[in-house]
């Protein structure tokens, strides 16, 4: 967003970030993230994406961003391993990025996420007990389907944080991975 070199890209790139620090913080608060914030951050997305480009080009980057986002992270709703605010943010999110920003913020939010998967889980049990955790995960990978103790992870672990950070990644640095 930010390599249109316009101040209006600038500007649209801080409203984005700020949106998404808000989805954030709240999911890190309160494990929930506003479905107002996702609606507006939705709207906006795809007023940025019409506007920014000539309406068609624009509605179609809008809307196909927004279904990339979905696509991207909807097996793992499916699977219970996410919320349906963290598919919903990202959704509105790609709306602004257009599909291929999309798949990159998706990718460096999985990457993050792993990351983050991994501090939470030393914080809350030990480095003792991951490492075990993992170690028998990677010989018996049936532990990590839903049902098992997964899940209870992804209830507490805020995962909005990993897919907002992606998103903001892709929206300042363009072109990263791809």
């Keep these: 967003m930010v390599s249109s070199g316009s101040d209006f890209g600038f500007a649209a790139t801080i409203v984005f970030t700020v949106l998404l620090l808000l989805a954030a913080v709240g999911d890190i608060r309160t494990r929930r993230i506003s479905n107002r914030l996702v609606l507006v951050l939705t ?31 909807i097996p793992f709703y ?20 257009g599909p291929l920003h999309a798949l990159e913020g998706a990718l460096i939010a999985a990457v993050s996420g792993a990351v983050l998967a991994l501090i939470w889980m030393v914080w809350t049990s030990g480095a003792k007990n991951v490492a075990s955790t993992l170690a028998i995960a990677a010989a018996r990978p049936s532990m990590l389907a839903p049902g098992s103790n997964t899940v ?27």
Excluded: E, N, Q
Aim: hydrophobic share 60%; aromatic share 14%.
């Design 152 to 178: 209870a992870i992804r209830k507490t672990l805020p995962y909005g944080v990993a897919l907002a950070f992606g998103a903001i990644v892709a929206a300042w640095m363009p072109g990263l991975l791809f």
């Design 78 to 97: 499916v699977l219970g391993w996410l919320g349906a605010g963290d598919i919903k943010l990202y959704a509105a999110a790609a709306s602004w990025l």
């Design 43 to 73: 709207v906006l997305g795809l007023t940025y994406s019409i506007w920014a480009t000539p309406v068609l080009p624009g509605v179609l980057r809008g809307t196909g961003g927004l279904i990339t986002g979905f696509a991207c992270w």
